[in-house]
């Protein structure tokens, strides 16, 4: 499969409690940034959340659909349909029309069956729950710094952390991601959101070397 | 209660002048004479048995049986029509597997009673003779506990702790509700019963409310779900039947005695 995500950073991490995501916000034309401050963070019900990437179209039409089809089941059979069957729902479309569509989600929530849950569902329509994935063109920069941070029973605090400074540094090298860092929490009592600027609170955590000259050792001093 | 209703009751498309749907109450009436059910429930799961009349030794052992699981989990006792019990069941069996295939996790047991009341119901509507069964479905796990429900030919379901349907349903009801006294000590009351006190409960229950001068070579059937099977859906095993059989018969005998 040798589809290319467009731009976007998602990261997702399960704590003790309830899931942190993160995403940043940027929607990509090619080099055109058709919007920098997209949310991608799609809620679905107060303790569901559909983190969207790869095509916006794509996966704003699914993402409809199975709201609708949740919404529906909830109202029938009068109780609140279970993330997992959620993601089911989303990965039958995925499934389905996968050679129509360009959709790669995530689909996290918290219930009180199985507590936090994060289903992700890369192309093709391929479900698994993990405890912390990450997904979009960003999220290739950042595998290997996921996997060497993330130990079993973390905190809350050290969750946020973990996914706050993931997205930081994928949009630090992926130039289809960018603009606000946007973290959603799911636990029992619903959703909080939290916005993270580049000019507020963004996390200081690259030390930022200084550029070397381009100019040849022999003619440094001759710049500026 | 007995009533018939001569000419407003040829079709399940044609309500009395009272309001009636006589088919669909004379549904119920090839459910009210067939052999009893009850189903029992306690925190720790539920029991159902049923009250057969074998009418010739050439038959084998348990055959046409009135318990069959739906999946692991779930189970069907079935009354009236056998042969509309075993369509209703396979309705069932085919809903269940529909619900796992799509969801990817066994059905609850109360959507799939409600899925076949609305299948049942849709019979009484006049296109076709309604079912003459009702189902019983018996469910047990860890978080939700026990649950009965059931559905009948007029489409109704409801969720039960304790009922019974079939011929002698009345006084099988009189004595659950024994069970239920206010008085009675926490350890006998019928939501703290063991499963096998369940068992040897609806054994001595059946026994009592049967009648003997009328109905011969009758045998019993029995399932259960609950702690003990581990939330699996079970036929009891003969054997235990069989002793829960002896001993409400002898129950009943020393009852006889004493008065």
Partial sequence: ?224 | MSSIGTGYDLAASTFSPDGRIFQVEYAQKAVDSSGTVIALRSKHGVVTAVEKSVSSPLYEANANPRVEKVNEYIGCTSAGIYSDCCALLDYADGEALKYLKENREPISVKKLAESLAEFVHIFTLGIHRPWGGSLFFSSWDKTKGSKIYLVEPSGLCYEYEAWAVGKHRQAAKTEIEKLKAHDLEPAKRLENLELNQLINEAARILVTVRDESKEKNLCIEMSWVGDVTDGKFEPVPTSLVKEAEVLAQKMLEEEDAED
């Fill in chain 1, 1 to 224: 499969m040798d589809e290319v995500l467009t731009g976007t950073t998602l990261i997702a991490c399960e704590y003790d409690g309830g899931v942190v995501v993160g995403t940043d916000s940027r929607t990509s034309g090619g080099s055109f940034i058709a919007s920098r401050v997209t949310d991608k963070i799609t809620p679905v019900t107060e303790h569901m959340s559909i983190l969207r990437s790869g095509s916006a179209a794509d996966t704003q039409a699914i993402t409809d659909i199975a709201k609708y089809y949740i919404e529906t089941y909830t109202v029938m059979e009068g109780e609140p349909v279970s993330i997992y069957r959620a993601c089911n729902i989303m990965r039958k479309f995925l499934f389905n029309y996968r050679d129509q569509l360009s959709a790669s989600i995530i689909v996290t929530g918290y219930d009180e069956k199985l507590k936090g849950q994060i289903y992700a569902i890369p192309l093709g329509g391929y479900s698994t729950r993990q405890h912390f994935t990450a997904s979009g063109s960003g999220s290739t920069f950042v595998n290997g710094y996921l996997d060497s941070q993330w130990k079993p029973d973390m905190t809350f605090e050290q969750v946020k952390q973990l996914v706050l400074s993931a997205v930081y540094l994928a949009t630090f090298r992926d130039g289809s991601s960018g603009g606000v860092i946007r973290l959603a929490i799911i636990d029992k009592d619903g959703t909080r959101r939290e916005l993270y600027r580049p000019d507020a609170n963004f996390p200081q955590i690259v030390a930022d070397p200084p550029a070397y000259s381009p100019l040849p050792p022999h003619l440094k001093g001759q710049a500026n």
